[in-house]
């Protein structure tokens, strides 16, 4: 983590993340788009999330999750810092010259050789399938359907451990606990997604958070009886209503609000509260 000295309040607390490890270069061109800002509206133009805007003008980098380049060493060219995710990412140059963007695992070096095969050895980096890791391996950037690219376990930090091999499916128990079982045939990367630190990292100042293009949130409790169902009430009440409900009027607390998924059946455990 990288602290700094008190010359103002907001710099008072602040922290950020350490890019010292990162290499320092531009971004590949190649593997750059240009990425639309939405503000939060939807196809209709109205807003449909609220709370964002603004935020500082960025390039979106190209990451191959599914690394597709099967049986093929490739040679880490460079750390790099990604601005659309919290996670950073790894610039690898196969033995055909061609390069790619993969997320970088904690503990990936500069020189480091990778392989994405249905079985390679267990080590940092490497992609397999499900059903060729040892039971305790921790694993991030995993499969829901195989040949789909990794959809799970891509956040700073973040892992999976290999608890079992059943039948058909792995029993993977997930960063929120929870644990699912996965089909054998998914890939996934050994290791755990790199810049770790990212949770400790304190804002300091709303300046920040709005260069991240997060505008800034009224409390319900604080708004009048008409602009939201938690407003009115007298003095410092929670809400100003016997029943606490959201901003369009559902009832909210005490009530499940996870959809029911068809994969709901391969979850085992499910996460805590």
């Given amino acids: 983590m990288k602290k700094y000295k008190p010359t103002t309040s907001g710099r008072r607390q602040m922290t950020s993340t350490d890019f010292s490890v990162l290499t320092k270069k531009d971004p590949e061109k190649k593997l750059l788009k240009t990425l639309k800002r939405k503000s939060g509206r939807g196809s209709s133009g109205r807003i449909t999330v609220r709370h964002k805007g603004g935020r500082v003008k960025r390039k979106y980098r190209v990451v191959d999750f599914g690394q597709e380049k099967r049986g093929v060493i490739g040679k880490v060219v460079s750390l790099e810092y990604d601005p659309n995710r919290t996670s950073f990412i790894a610039l690898v140059e196969y033995e055909d010259n061609e390069r790619k963007y993969i997320l970088a695992p904690h503990g990936l070096k500069v020189g480091d050789e990778i392989k994405c095969e249905e079985k390679t050895p267990i080590k940092t980096g490497n992609r397999l399938k499900l059903k060729n890791i040892p039971i305790g391996t921790e694993v991030y950037n ?46 996934a990367s050994v290791g755990f997604v790199s810049n770790p630190e990212h949770r400790f990292v304190k804002i300091g100042k709303a300046g920040r958070n709005r260069l991240k293009g997060k505008r800034p949130s009224v409390r319900g409790i604080a708004m009048n009886p008409v602009d939201h169902p938690h407003g009115g009430g007298e003095a410092h009440r929670s809400i100003g209503i016997k029943h606490p409900k959201t901003p369009t009027g559902k ?19 499910r996460r805590k509260k």
Avoid: H, W
């Fill in 251 to 269: 009832i909210a607390r005490g009530v499940k609000t996870r959809k029911k998924k068809s994969s709901d059946k391969l979850i085992i455990k």
């Fill in 142 to 187: 995993i499969e829901l359907k195989p040949e789909a690219g990794g959809k799970m376990v891509k956040g700073a930090g973040a892992s999976a451990q290999v608890l079992a091999q059943e039948g058909k499916y792995t029993q993977l128990k997930m960063p929120s606990r929870e644990i699912r079982k996965i089909n054998k045939e998914c890939f």
